[in-house]
Structure formats: structure tokens, C-alpha cells
């Protein structure tokens, strides 16, 4: 099983930083109601980023952003990170 975990949201909002951990740039794995899959075989990756001129994790405007996530690799109970 391979799993892309953590998932990063990094954009100029960021410096780009793949590494950024910190919410609300981590993505959420949500998977419900099944905790192997929705009943469509998804699971979710989610958050919520607050844009504002003042006080949010972002301003307004026009972004640029990638979505960077690291593979995971389960096998007989142990995990390969590349």
C-alpha cells in the first residue's frame, strides 16, 4: 500500500517551503465513513486557509502554489519514507 503523506500545500505565501508542516498548510487526511476509504474508495485531504488583508494566512489576490506530498510505502507493517 502507498500512501502521500504528509500532502503540503507551498505557495508564495510560504516561500514555497515543501517542509512546512505548520496548518493550515499540511493537508488533513480525512477518511470516513470507513477508515479504509468513503464508500467510493477515496479518502480526503482538506483544510481551511483564511484569506484577509489583516489576520489571515493569506492576503488577497492572485496565488501560485504546488501541492507537494511525500511517498509512503507500507509493507508487512513497515514504512518506507522516499
Known amino acids: 500500500m502507498t ?6 500545500l507551498a505557495g508564495d505565501w510560504n516561500g514555497f517551503n515543501k517542509d ?3 496548518p493550515p ?6 477518511t470516513a465513513p470507513d477508515p479504509v ?4 474508495a477515496y479518502n480526503w ?3 481551511t486557509i ?3 488583508s489583516t489576520a489571515g494566512d493569506t492576503t488577497p489576490g492572485d496565488h501560485t502554489f504546488t501541492i ?4 509512503v510505502t507500507r509493507h508487512n507493517g513497515l ?4
Open 3 to 8: 500512501l502521500i503523506l504528509p500532502v503540503v
Open 50 to 52: 483564511h484569506v484577509s
Open 68 to 71: 507537494v506530498g511525500a511517498e
Open 20 to 22: 512546512d508542516l505548520n
Open 37 to 40: 476509504g468513503t464508500p467510493d
Open 79 to 82: 514504512e518506507r519514507q522516499s
Open 45 to 47: 485531504l482538506t483544510d
Open 25 to 30: 498548510w499540511n493537508l488533513l487526511r480525512t
